[in-house]
């Protein structure tokens, strides 16, 4: 899709009753589903509008262009099967820069001038925190596509949701047996210092310390940073395991100037793919990584058990087998978090569905069918796999993934269970007012 130099644009997929009924014959479980009705029998036939709050510009911008083409894929297989109660689905897009004050201000845009019914898509921690208290204020569900604890956590409110991902406290939950059990127990953490490397920070601990590990030392680096060499001598020497958890443009330079710190040596390697995610993993300096390993939420590569949802869901989408666009190979895509948009927007559906939502009057009962959801099995909506969901914490809990790099790609090597990730807080939701 052609970049849009304006603030904000529409992404609508009109369905003829011909497309529809091609859609119904292809549309690998999509379009057969409960509920299917045509346009014409909804109550309304005005678009459900959904305000996507996208980072096209600023530290997030990968993540956003990938988002978007996620988002655009999903909304036209929702479209092709109906829409939503009847009604077709358009996408209104803003640019937050991935920025917190601006994304509270794209919140307000979005109640106010383009009247959309939710709010979807936001990914940094710091501009949903940022954004939240807006969302809460003008009583419109906000459905993240962010990691952070910060929904869990209880730290927001009730009509904030992250149905569609896991957050970081689930997934290091997840990973830490397997970490202490194969890499080391003797673990230097460097992380981004803020709230995404606080979560890390704050849980990795606790969590490899009831593996018999512990995290010998934490090391914080400035977001703004641009050369880490100054940071590296302050890595014990007793160290078995780095933990990297580094994000945005300068992760590249990180992980160069990391191997070259150590040369051939030094401790083992794990790291999250965020650091690395639009990247190719063949590009010069990386050879390092040879041997590490990485978590990722969906592989970026196309593994030999691939399911057939998954595949169908990268064919949307428009990925190749190394996880890169396929009119592009040099455009990587941000497989390990973008499946996220693709799972929100079908819980979305669902929640519609359930509440029978007609417009901005019904979403307190939005909010209410949201909060009811269980599970979601895996197949052509959830493609990443099956799911559990707490409604008093707005938060999904799933699979995680740990992929070694061999040859330059990430071969997957270990899938958590649902279970590894649970963990139980005081936090309820539903408690608070409507």
């Known amino acids: 899709m052609a970049e849009n130099q304006k603030s904000s644009k529409r992404l609508v997929s009109p369905v003829s009753r011909r497309s529809a009924l091609k859609g119904l014959a292809a549309g690998a479980g999509l379009i057969a589903a409960p509920g299917f009705v045509r346009y014409s029998q909804a109550q309304s036939s005005a678009p459900i509008k959904i305000g996507f709050q996208a980072h096209k510009t600023g530290i997030g911008a990968a993540y956003g262009r990938w988002y978007e083409r996620t988002t655009t894929a999903a909304v036209k297989l929702i479209n092709e099967a109906g829409g939503i109660n009847g009604r077709p689905v358009e996408i209104v897009i803003e640019d937050d820069g991935t920025d917190p004050k601006r994304g509270a201000e794209v919140v307000a845009k979005f109640a106010s001038q383009h009247k959309t019914d939710v709010v979807y ?15 809460g204020e003008l ?61 890390h920070r704050d849980y990795f601990g606790p969590a490899i310390k009831a593996q018999g590990g512990e995290v010998i030392a934490q090391i914080a680096i400035p977001p703004t940073e641009s050369s880490f060499t100054r940071y590296l001598p302050q890595i014990p020497a007793e160290t078995e395991v780095i933990y990297h958890v580094m994000v945005g443009p300068a992760v590249l330079t990180f992980v160069k100037e990391l191997g070259e710190f150590y040369g051939s040596g030094g401790p083992q390697l794990f790291g999250f793919i965020d650091s690395l995610e639009a990247v190719d993993m063949k590009s010069p300096g990386l050879e390092f990584l040879e041997g590490s390993h990485f978590w990722e939420g969906m592989p970026r590569y196309l593994q030999d058990n691939a399911s057939d949802a998954e595949k169908a869901y990268r064919t949307a989408v428009g990925i190749d087998e190394n996880g890169a666009s396929v009119q592009d190979a040099r455009d990587v895509s941000t497989a390990g978090h973008m499946f996220g948009c693709w799972e929100t927007l079908y819980v979305i559906k669902k929640a519609m569905e359930d509440a029978n939502y007609q417009g901005p009057a019904d979403r307190a009962r939005l909010v209410e069918a949201t909060e009811a959801l269980t599970d979601f099995k895996d197949g052509a909506e959830h493609p990443q ?17 740990i992929s070694k790099v061999e040859g330059g790609k990430l071969k997957l090597v270990h899938r958590t269970s649902i279970e590894d990730g649970l963990y139980e807080n005081d936090t309820d939701y539903t408690k608070q007012a409507l």
């Open 385 to 401: 796999g099956d799911k559990v969901f707490n409604g008093k914490m707005h938060q999904v809990f799933g699979h995680q993934n």
């Open 121 to 135: 898509g936001t990914l940094f921690s710091h501009v949903v925190t940022g954004s939240a208290p807006t969302a």
């Open 139 to 199: 009583k419109i569900p906000y459905y993240v596509v962010s990691e952070g604890y910060h929904v869990a956590s209880g730290a927001l409110n009730r009509y904030v949701f992250q149905p569609g991902i896991t957050d970081v406290r689930s997934q290091v939950t997840s990973v830490a047996p397997w970490i202490s059990s194969n890499l080391g127990k003797k673990i230097t953490l460097i992380y981004p210092d803020y709230a995404f490397g606080y979560d």
